[in-house]
């Protein structure tokens, strides 16, 4: 593994933005949320589906998010509590960060988990879905646009463009149908403990813990 103890050249540098659920960490929100709902078997085979790109991302998040209606803000704060980071995580955003590499996440989940994840690992590069509120309880609706497949890539071309690295010098890592997008626009896709839809569709497939992407060539100095 690379120990690299301070930054490498601005020409070295590469962007790495990696998906949340199932990837940065070990489970998925929507299915955490919905054991608080009481409807986590329900959401978990929608999940499935989605994540081996049987149904439109988009839609199936509708659904999932439908069943949290009435739930209360704090339950954000219970599931924060709840979420393990996938091993490996921790350090790879530690390395990234000694060598100045920008990083990013992407989600499908929701900010409200995202944000305060982000915050812990000084990451400031974050886009995700947010989750209607009204009278301090979930209403079962999305706010705004959903980040599907498309928005992914989207994001990670914005990310590049803000942080001045040309897309071919970014990588991207994700577990699913959703990250399909993502990972071929990027200079570099990672599959990682991935579906087989996006493992085919990546440059290399990875399992295991986090951390062992930095020995995969696009990470090698």
């Given amino acids: 593994m690379n120990t690299s103890r301070g930054p490498v050249p601005l020409d070295s540098c590469r962007l790495v933005v990696m998906d949340v659920d199932s990837t940065l960490i070990t489970g998925e929100v929507v299915e955490m949320l919905a054991d608080h709902a009481g409807s986590r078997d329900l959401v978990a085979a929608v999940t499935e589906r989605a994540m081996r790109g049987e149904i439109d991302f988009a839609q199936s998040l509708h659904e999932r998010v439908a069943t949290l209606?009435?739930?209360?803000?704090?339950?954000?704060?219970?599931?924060?509590?709840?979420?393990?980071?996938?091993?490996?995580?921790?350090?790879?955003?530690?390395?990234?960060?000694?060598?100045?590499?920008?990083?990013?996440?992407?989600?499908?989940?929701?900010?409200?988990?995202?944000?305060?994840?982000?915050?812990?690992?000084?990451?400031?590069?974050?886009?995700?879905?947010?989750?209607?509120?009204?009278?301090?309880?979930?209403?079962?609706?999305?706010?705004?646009?959903?980040?599907?497949?498309?928005?992914?890539?989207s994001t990670l071309a914005e990310f590049a463009r803000a942080a001045g690295i040309p897309t071919d010098r970014t990588i991207a890592i994700g577990d699913g149908a959703n990250d399909i997008d993502m990972i071929t626009t990027a200079g570099v896709g990672i599959a990682f403990n991935a579906k087989p839809a996006l493992a085919a569709a990546a440059d290399a497939v990875v399992s295991g813990r986090l951390d062992a992407v930095l020995e995969l060539d696009a990470f090698r100095l």
Avoid: C, M, Y
């Fill in 69 to 153: 209606a009435g739930l209360p803000v704090g339950v954000f704060q219970d599931v924060l509590t709840e979420i393990e980071l996938t091993p490996g995580a921790r350090s790879l955003v530690a390395e990234l960060h000694r060598r100045g590499w920008p990083v990013g996440l992407v989600s499908g989940g929701f900010a409200e988990i995202v944000e305060p994840l982000a915050a812990d690992l000084r990451i400031n590069l974050v886009r995700a879905n947010r989750l209607e509120v009204r009278d301090g309880r979930l209403t079962g609706r999305v706010d705004g646009p959903v980040v599907d497949r498309v928005a992914k890539a």
